[in-house]
């Protein structure tokens, strides 16, 4: 068995597939069945299209009920459960508190308390209304927006793996800078390895962890942050306050979906460092892993530690 692989800008980021065959043809359909589905959901969800579903909730729905397509609105309530479940520390409608950042400056400031307090009040989840009998959704509050940044790229890894497996394919993988879905083994025949990057340098892996018909996901803040008057601020904003997240370099969750993992590792980013894993610890089959300012990994309960140490490549296994 042989593995093939394509790689493409998608969704704003580069995204790697792989499959293992022993057959080309099968290898390049499948590898442009990926590309077609990522292109496709891309269509359906970027904020920046203007015929997306995501735009038209943000041009209609304020006030007002909108008919939308059933895959947004399913997509939509479970973004709604994690929010719920993260107690609003994932949430898709922070983008008012985003543009008041200038994220990738060296330079920038920090927003005054009263463009902070406008920002916040059309911030929150609980103002998503539905309504399940006509699949229709309502933003409760003026100027709400809502984007699926913080959880796109993995529903997208998840889509194509999903599509694989139905049409027959047995092994491979979805790569979404950073948001991985692997299925089965790799063309040794065994688990893929992911590597966890370095913050500090991206180039390099800082552990590996073995998975199969998995997920991982990883926020970090070494491409996308500013300063401040000497501090360090990441792209993850808190929803309740508003501010940006201090104080961690990177958090990866591993679960059997790359969309969950993808939400969860922002909402873990949010929590800290302590009540983080002690979220993750209350949830099955889901792990993490935290490195925070000073280099220091920490790791939820059920994960093997062992001979784990920063900056070096180690092995880990779930």
């Known amino acids: 068995m042989q593995l093939y692989t394509r790689t493409e800008r998608l969704m704003g980021s580069i995204f790697s597939f792989g499959v293992i065959t022993n057959d080309e043809k099968f290898a ?3 590898l442009q069945l990926g590309v077609d589905e990522v292109i496709r ?22 006030h007002q009920w909108l008919s939308i397509d059933d895959e947004s609105y399913q997509l939509l309530k479970r973004c709604h459960s994690i ?27 920090l927003p005054t308390e009263a463009k902070l307090k406008s920002a916040l009040k059309k911030v929150g989840y609980q103002n998503i209304l539905f309504d399940d009998s ?3 959704i309502k933003l409760g509050t003026n100027g709400m927006q809502i984007s699926f940044a913080a959880i796109g790229k993995g529903y ?33 025949g065994l688990a893929w390895k992911s590597g966890i990057a370095n913050p500090d340098n991206l180039d390099s892996s800082i552990l590996k962890i073995d998975i199969s018909n998995a997920a991982i996901a990883t926020s970090g803040a ?19 306050t508003g ?13 059997p979906s790359a ?26 089959q889901t792990h993490a892993i935290i490195i925070d300012d000073d280099n220091k990994l920490h790791l939820s309960n059920n994960l093997n530690y062992e001979n784990i140490t920063t900056h070096t490549d180690a092995l880990l296994c779930v």
């Not at 993260?86 to 985003?98: A, C, M, Q």
Request: aromatic share 10%.
């Open 243 to 255: 501010r940006p997240v201090q104080y961690i370099k990177s958090v990866t969750v591993i679960s």
């Open 156 to 188: 997208a890894a998840d889509c194509v793996a999903v599509l694989w497996k139905k049409n027959g394919l047995d092994s491979g993988y979805v790569d979404a800078s950073g948001d991985i879905r692997a299925i089965g083994l790799n063309q040794d």
């Open 41 to 62: 959901l891309e269509n359906l969800l970027s904020e920046y299209i203007p015929t997306s579903s995501t735009s038209r909730i943000n041009q209609n729905a304020h």
């Open 222 to 240: 070494s491409e996308q942050f500013f300063e401040f008057m000497g501090d360090k601020y990441s792209h993850n904003i808190n929803p309740q």
């Open 28 to 30: 390049i359909d499948f």
């Open 83 to 109: 929010s719920k479940l993260t107690e609003g520390d994932f949430d898709i409608s922070v983008s008012p508190l985003k543009k008041l950042y200038e994220f990738r400056k060296q330079n920038a400031h």
């Open 259 to 284: 969309e969950l993992s993808d939400a969860l590792a922002t909402a873990v980013y949010v929590k800290g460092t302590k009540d983080g894993l002690e979220f993750i610890n209350q949830l099955p």
């Open 134 to 136: 006509n699949h229709r």
